[in-house]
């Protein structure tokens, strides 16, 4: 799929996504992916990028990570780092059901004399979030709502927020900073590259087109929401921002010419802008 020119892997998962197939299914053939973070060496890393802009916690602190797609590891992490409470929600329930990553896990955090609770025993994935007194919610907005106000120290994402249905954006943002304890942080890095050819062939479509649950829902959605956007709905939320890095193509990926209309009132430079990383307090 990888090898395929972006159209074709548009009208591929038009189709392929209409198949009654669970998620474990794709996940085999490597189709219709959540991330990384099913791999244990990674979820780690991954975690540690963005907890270390968390500062000082108190211990029992409380974490959320949104959109932790096809891996629940963070719940064991996060456990082994002091939290006493952990929230792992997202817009669909695509975390794999197998034990042996915890596993693997729990012994890469063990080597490392981090204190991990006993899980040999568990006989299933919601066996092990118990332990970790961690909760899976899978119905996004809607679930953000259900977090307590207040209520969490440390939230986190990784390349996600660009999946966040753009009517949905600003209101996901609200909601992450009505859960936000009173010096609580946030730590996001966001690609804005389209999920086709890391390009911005995504910008091709009008909205009307784009925003069609046809095209939401199969698995290459992004918001296409702009840098400039984005930072101006964390403004408009009244967050303190801190941006620790950000990167640009050199030149356009895509021609102007090639752009919808709807896109064409954007900088050069602002295009140009494919991820960025972003700190966020109350």
């Given amino acids: 799929m990888s090898r395929l ?11 392929l996504a209409r198949l009654p197939l669970p998620a474990s299914f794709w996940r085999q053939v490597k189709l219709f992916r959540h991330g990384a973070m099913d791999d244990p060496a990674y979820a780690l890393r991954i975690f540690r990028h963005h907890f270390q802009r968390a500062g000082q916690l108190q211990p029992g602190w409380t974490c959320l990570e949104l959109g932790p797609g096809d891996s629940l590891l963070t719940a064991l992490i996060a456990k082994a780092y002091g939290a006493g409470r952990v929230w792992l929600v997202d817009a669909g329930d695509f975390a794999s059901t197998e034990v042996a990553s915890f596993l693997k896990l729990a012994d890469m955090l063990k080597a490392e004399g981090l204190p991990v609770p006993e899980i040999t025993a568990a006989m299933n994935v919601p066996e092990v979030l118990e332990l970790c007194d961690a909760t899976y919610l899978t119905h996004g907005l809607a679930s953000l709502r259900l977090i307590p106000r207040q209520g969490v120290d440390f939230a986190f994402s990784n390349a996600v927020l660009e999946h966040v249905r753009v009517h949905e954006f600003a209101q996901t943002m609200e909601q992450l900073k009505m859960a936000m304890k009173p010096f609580g942080v946030q730590s996001h890095a ?48 009244g967050y303190k921002i801190e941006e620790p890095s950000q990167t640009s193509w050199p030149v356009l990926p895509l021609p102007r010419a090639k752009m919808h209309a709807d896109f064409q009132r954007f900088s050069d430079a602002d295009h140009m802008v494919s991820d960025f990383e972003v700190v966020l307090k109350a």
């Fill in 5 to 15: 020119p972006w159209w074709t892997k548009i009208a591929a998962k038009l189709v």
């Fill in 190 to 237: 966001v690609d804005l590259k389209d999920h086709l050819a890391a390009s911005l062939n995504n910008l091709r479509f009008s909205k009307a087109v784009w925003e069609n649950n046809l095209f939401a829902r199969s698995g290459f959605y992004t918001n296409r929401l702009r840098h400039s956007e984005i930072m101006q709905v964390l403004e408009n939320c």
